[in-house]
């Protein structure tokens, strides 16, 4: 790598900028272990609590990770491609298998959902609003996770009314047979309706520390929050997706056929 010192930066941001830079272009690929302090010292003709200091700028921006006793390294990043077309949701609603299972199989990834709890709760106000019922109506909220060869990839709370799926299968703690968009659009469950569009609204935030704990987020990587309603025929929201997904594992794309 060229190094080409700035007199207007110091040391530190420029060696930082300089790794950045040799990431970003491809040149120290993900999972490449870089050249011990001692040794990026001398490249750069600087001193180790400098280049330390680099390191660790990159580190609290998700770009590099440490190992005990092996060194640092390119942060791997374990992108799954999202895509979300109407075509796409009708062919694997006929199947049986979920969008993210469907996704990860195409790229030939192992995909697995876990609930980690199924209970009755009051609907936060967001949720409440997207429902169409006042703040506070009960809901029964389904609380999952999703991994990829076993690395948790995002957090998922399903909020539906209490009043319509109560006895249903949504109630169990159980995986259902072709998810709850099956279910909804069963002639003989709770719904009964034809799943006509989903809206999606979608932040970014720093993530919480359970959310750090739970999905493994490193310093600096930024959370993707999405909030997908449902809508049935009838002009009703029948289900809120609430989905936390680290920024630096997924890549979503939208096809929106314009008639």
Not at 1 to 30: E, H, S, V
Not at 36 to 41: A, I
Not at 141 to 149: A, G, Q
Not at 177 to 197: F, T, W, Y
Request: proline share 8%; charged share 30%; aromatic share 6%.
């Amino acid at each position: 790598m060229t190094f080409m010192p700035d007199r207007d930066l110091p040391p530190y941001r420029q060696i930082a900028d300089d790794l950045r830079a040799a990431i970003a272009k491809g040149k120290l690929a993900p999972g490449e272990k870089l050249k011990s302090e001692n040794e990026l010292k001398d490249q750069y003709g600087t001193t180790r609590v400098t280049v330390r200091k680099a390191l660790s700028l990159l580190k609290a921006d998700g770009l590099l990770i440490s190992e005990q006793g092996r060194g640092v390294f390119v942060r791997p990043q374990p992108r799954v491609l999202m895509q979300t077309t109407g075509a796409n949701f009708r062919e694997r609603r006929s199947t049986g298998v979920s969008n993210f299972t469907a996704e990860a199989a195409a790229q030939g990834l192992r995909a697995e959902q876990r609930i980690l709890s199924v209970e009755r709760v009051p609907a936060p106000a967001e949720i409440a609003e997207r429902l169409g019922t006042p703040a506070s109506t009960p809901v029964i909220v389904r609380r999952r996770v999703f991994l990829i060869d076993d690395e948790p990839m995002q957090l998922a709370d399903g909020y539906y009314p209490a009043e319509l799926f109560a006895g249903s299968p949504v109630e169990e703690p159980r995986r259902i047979a072709g998810g709850v968009s099956a279910l909804i659009e069963d002639r003989a469950g709770p719904v009964k309706q034809r799943i006509m569009r989903f809206v999606e609204d979608l932040d970014i935030r720093m993530p919480t520390p359970s959310e750090v704990d739970t999905l493994h987020i490193p310093p600096g990587v930024p959370l993707a929050r999405v909030l997908r309603s449902t809508w049935v025929q009838d002009g009703r929201v029948v289900e809120v997706l609430d989905s936390r997904v680290p920024c630096d594992r997924h890549r979503f794309q939208y096809v929106i056929d314009v008639p």
